[in-house]
């Protein structure tokens, strides 16, 4: 089982670290090469990609298999990974589930046709010290069930 992180906006990147070394999982961080810096955790795996929309989901699916762990707040890159039976977390601990992925879908395209047309929602709120503990609890109650 390894952990990859859609890194570019994960907000849980410690919490992440946390549970790595908790339970000697692999991880690997990948982020567009915006995000590129000379000062990266001494041991760590990170995976720098073109800056192209879909360059860092398109690394994550080709390297995540059955078994391992994605945490992504990208819906079009869950459902995919969904379908490779790869166990897929939003940074708010959620569960990605196949069951409610066409209505997400849905609900992602709805947004994006009323962004077009200058519509604009306030987005979620940030995250909170509960939501990082949250976050950690609900993919530290995954890890143990698997192993």
């Not at 569960?95 to 609900?107: T, V």
Request: charged fraction near 30%; include cysteine; hydrophobic fraction near 40%.
């Amino acid at each position: 089982m390894k952990i990859f992180i859609d890194a570019d906006a994960c907000p849980v990147k410690d919490e992440i670290r946390d549970l790595a070394k908790k339970y000697g999982l692999p991880m690997t961080f990948v982020a567009s090469y915006n995000h590129y810096s000379v000062h990266l955790p001494v041991g760590e795996v990170w995976i720098f990609v073109d800056t192209d929309k879909e360059s860092a989901d398109m690394r994550i699916l080709n390297l995540a298999k059955s078994g391992d762990i994605v945490v992504t707040q990208d819906i079009g890159l869950a459902s995919m990974l969904i379908a490779k039976d790869v166990a897929t977390f939003s940074n708010r601990g959620e569960k990605y589930r196949e069951s409610e992925m066409a209505m997400m879908l849905d609900m992602r395209y709805l947004h994006a046709k009323e962004r077009r047309q200058g519509k604009y929602s306030k987005g979620p709120l940030a995250m909170s010290s509960a939501d990082n503990a949250n976050f950690l609890h609900k993919l530290d109650t995954f890890i143990k069930a698997r192993l």
